[in-house]
């Protein structure tokens, strides 16, 4: 079943890859979602590949190949969240790059557009830091020699929702750059979503434990359950002989 699952999400990332066929730029290749999407599907297929055909042939050199591909991804993750938590401040620089390419690029990739309307409307928030952030884009920038007709604005993604609105004013964030904080309150998210998501993580940190959990558990099943059958497989093997 997992199988079939993973090669769904290689089908989806692939799709959408070349569905999208834009021009991009290359420095957005390892932040393209199609492209994780892909990078996530492979290694799901050949870990759970591995798992299955090792248990259904008692093969032990699959079987160990599994669990260790299991024990390396489970060390990954353990790895990731030890250096985010010491390391918070690398980190946040590290989402601020990640971020600051996704508005770069915000025109020229559609996944990216979207990814970064879903964090600003999730998050009630504008930009990385603040909502000026959106002068890194050269759409949106606010020099007086930028000829685009976005020049100080911001997505309609920042904007507060208006009671009652049927139709999504998409000219909203139009000017909004120019705008002091206290004025630029009146129509939009004015924060930064760095902020925001640190005080969402803070307020969240049952959530985001039990997320955790969820993740480590099946993981740690089945590098036992991998390792039990293996040394099941070997006593087998050693009583024949």
Known sequence: MLEVFSLLIIAIGVYAKVQKATDTVRDTFLIDPAVIL???GVVMFFITFCGCIGALRENIRLLKTFSLSLTLVFLTQLAIA????FYSDQTRDALGK??????????????????????QTEFQCCGWNNYTDWSWNPYFNCTQ????????AVPFSCCTPVPGEVVINTMCGFGAQTQNFLDATKSIYPAGCADKAVTWIESHLLLVGAMALGLALPQVAGIVLSQILISQIQDEIGSVL
Do not use: W
């Open 38 to 40: 892909i990078v996530v």
């Open 82 to 85: 030890v250096l985010g938590f």
């Open 145 to 152: 020699g930028n000829p685009s007709t976005e020049r100080c």
């Open 98 to 119: 990640f971020v600051k390419k996704a508005i770069v690029h915000y025109r020229d990739d559609l996944d990216l557009q979207n990814l970064m309307d879903y964090i």
